[in-house]
């Protein structure tokens, strides 16, 4: 999610309770140099609210999402022709 929103060229809501989720936590680093989000207990102890907003936009980069194969349109409905017995 941060690659995505230091892209540059994308758009979220203008909600304030959304930036204070976003911007309100702080991180570190593991053992193994991976970017650790601070615990929500943590976050408590200095008065912040759970990112619950954040947390959701977070979660949609949960799971790769496979592109949509172009699929050919079907025919729906043949309306009937201008000959028919019910004809315009």
Not at 11 to 36: H, M, R, T
Request: some cysteine.
């Amino acid at each position: 999610m941060r690659d995505w929103l230091h892209h540059g060229n994308v758009e979220i809501p203008d909600d304030p309770e959304l930036e204070v989720d976003l911007a309100g936590s702080v991180y570190g680093f593991s053992s193994k140099n991976q970017i650790q989000l601070e615990r929500k207990e943590d976050m408590k102890h200095r008065g912040l609210a759970s990112p619950d907003l954040g947390d959701c936009l977070a979660m949609t980069f949960g799971v790769d999402v496979a592109c949509r194969t172009q699929r050919t349109s079907q025919l729906i409905y043949n309306f009937p022709s201008p000959n028919s017995w019910m004809g315009y």
